[in-house]
């Protein structure tokens, strides 16, 4: 029910379609190869995948070290996507990534706005520009809420003085 990407992903020494579908069926069988190449486009990882030796057949090594962390971070989504869950969590999903693959992972979440509840945490604030609701939290409390406009436009807000400090 629940789906968790971490900042960190767990990737596993074998296939990249192994990895994604974290071997609940053949990775050979149609029916398993629909389920990841769907999961897969809604990561944006096609276009890397397709680009690799072997397709969803490429070993990417221990902890993935044949990929890079937007690569990697796009598998973990893959891999949360293909259990079909309810709710998505992000937690500081984008943090140690470079831009261009924020942004691609940034186009994943996105996308699936209206298909799944998604929440994410972030310090990186442009991570939480397109979200719905946004809390506030300082030392465990919440301190401030509402969308992202209202938030910025809010200039006594914490939320204001951050997007400030992180020029946005």
Not at 14 to 33: G, L, V
Not at 36 to 56: H, M, P, Q
Request: hydrophobic share 35%; aromatic share 8%; proline share 1%.
């Amino acid at each position: 029910m629940i789906g968790y990407v971490t900042q960190e992903p767990v990737i596993f020494n074998d296939t990249i379609a192994n990895n994604i579908s974290f071997w609940e069926c053949d990775s050979q069988e149609d029916i398993c190869k629909r389920r990841i190449k769907d999961a897969v486009d809604l990561s944006s990882g096609e276009r890397f995948i397709n680009e690799t030796e072997k397709g969803y057949d490429t070993i990417i090594g221990d902890k993935g070290v044949k990929l890079s962390g937007g690569q990697r971070q796009r598998i973990a989504i893959a891999r949360e996507l293909f259990k079909e869950p309810e709710i998505m969590i992000f937690d500081e999903a984008t943090s140690a990534l470079d831009t261009d693959s924020e942004q691609l992972i940034q186009q994943s979440i996105n996308s699936l706005k209206g298909e799944r509840t998604v929440v994410i945490i972030a310090h990186r604030l442009s991570t939480v520009r397109n979200c719905d609701y946004i809390y506030v939290f300082n030392e465990g409390r919440i301190v401030d809420e509402g969308s992202f406009d209202e938030l910025y436009n809010d200039k006594d807000s914490i939320f204001s003085k951050m997007c400030q400090m992180q020029n946005l």
